[in-house]
């Protein structure tokens, strides 16, 4: 059985920093593109940054320059280091696999920014 585990998320002021982790196994990391996806109150989840076993990376551009993904296939895990925190980031956080798979969506981590 295949485990996406995402965490790190929190409450942060506007500016802060927040690295989110997510711990998958070890064929995932092998194989697939993985990515950070991000649902907002009454908003469609979108792709905010993916990563290639090859390191090639994507990123929306509402976070470039502000965002950055980057993964350890020692650890199984990717991470999402989010820099420069706004309101808009508020949402929850998500990792999947790019395209997506619907067997591997967890249960994603809140990230809530505000003063």
């Known amino acids: 059985q295949v485990q996406l585990v995402e965490s790190g998320g929190g409450l942060v002021q506007p500016g802060g920093s927040l690295r989110l982790s997510c711990a998958a196994s070890?064929?995932?990391?092998?194989?697939?593109?993985m990515g950070w996806y991000r649902q907002a109150p009454g908003k469609q989840r979108i792709l905010v940054a993916s990563?290639?076993?090859?390191?090639?990376?994507y990123y929306v551009n509402s976070v470039k320059g502000r965002f950055s993904i980057s993964r350890d296939n020692a650890k199984n895990t990717v991470y999402l280091q989010m820099d420069s925190l706004k309101p808009e980031d508020t949402a929850v956080y998500y990792c999947?696999?790019?395209?997506?798979?619907?067997?591997?969506w967890g249960q994603g981590t809140q990230v809530t920014v505000s003063s």
């Open positions: 070890r064929s995932i990391f092998s194989i697939k593109t």
């Open positions: 999947n696999t790019w395209p997506t798979s619907g067997d591997f």
């Open positions: 990563i290639s076993t090859l390191g090639n990376t």
